[in-house]
């Protein structure tokens, strides 16, 4: 079994930074892409940023040149580091995982974390 626990959350002023980590832990043999999506109020689960093993990372449009997204391989940790937080940025967002354990490759999720970008 595979756990994704988030942690970074929450509430935060116009232009502020925040930065989320996501964790990754039990029987895992390894671990491919991982990610960051996001779901705003009223809206459907959206990509944020993704990040492969190898470090080859892509950003949705609307937080590209603001948001980095970066991996520790030897903690199973992913990073998405927020700058020039916007309203619009308000989402509970979730980290994913590509993991292969001895049963096989599965996707994984995290339980959200709240961020709330508000004056």
């Known amino acids: 079994q595979v756990q994704l626990v988030e942690s970074g959350g929450g509430l935060v002023l116009p232009g502020g930074s925040l930065r989320l980590s996501c964790a990754a832990s039990g029987s895992i043999v390894s671990i491919n892409t991982m990610g960051w999506y996001r779901q705003p109020p009223g809206n459907q689960r959206e990509l944020v940023a993704v990040i492969t093993s190898g470090g080859n990372t892509k950003y949705a449009t609307y937080v590209k040149g603001r948001f980095t997204i970066s991996r520790d391989n030897a903690k199973n940790t992913v990073y998405l580091q927020m700058n020039s937080l916007k309203p619009d940025d308000t989402a509970v967002y979730y980290c994913?995982?590509?993991?292969?354990?001895?049963?096989?490759?599965?996707?994984?999720w995290g339980q959200g974390t709240q961020v709330t970008v508000s004056s």
């Open positions: 994913a995982a590509e993991v292969t354990t001895l049963r096989g490759e599965d996707d994984y």
